[in-house]
């Protein structure tokens, strides 16, 4: 069973910055695109940002040029680096295995799911 385990939310003011982790079991991580979504409550779970098996990187509008996602093979391991965050980033931030290598920015691409980690922007 694949396992995925976030980490590094957390509670920051406006114009800082947060590192979350997110750690994939399974020996075939590099085979599969992943992705963090993020979702607040009465809202639907939202497309952040996305990276292929390959590579290939992909943000929604509202994070570009803010966050950036990269991934590490040999640790099983995607990366979100914010940084300028906003209050409206305020969400539960979730991290997603897509079931194939190519990304796709929607939430039915991908069949595996972390728990999520907390990020808060503050005023």
């Known amino acids: 069973q694949v396992q995925l385990v976030e980490s590094g939310g957390g509670l920051v003011q406006a114009g800082g910055s947060l590192r979350l982790s997110c750690i994939v079991s399974?020996?075939?991580?590099?085979?599969?695109?992943m992705g963090w979504f993020r979702q607040t409550p009465g809202k639907e779970r939202e497309f952040v940002s996305g990276?292929?098996?390959?590579?290939?990187?992909r943000y929604a509008d509202s994070v570009q040029g803010r966050f950036t996602i990269s991934r590490d093979n040999a640790k099983n391991t995607v990366y979100l680096q914010m940084n300028s965050l906003k209050p409206e980033d305020t969400a539960l931030y979730y991290c997603?295995?897509?079931?194939?290598?190519?990304?796709?920015?929607?939430?039915?691409?991908?069949?595996?799911w972390g728990q999520g980690t907390q990020v808060t922007v503050t005023s």
């Open positions: 990276i292929s098996g390959g590579g290939n990187m």
């Open positions: 399974g020996r075939t991580f590099r085979n599969y695109a």
């Open positions: 997603a295995r897509s079931a194939g290598i190519v990304l796709h920015a929607n939430t039915s691409a991908f069949n595996y």
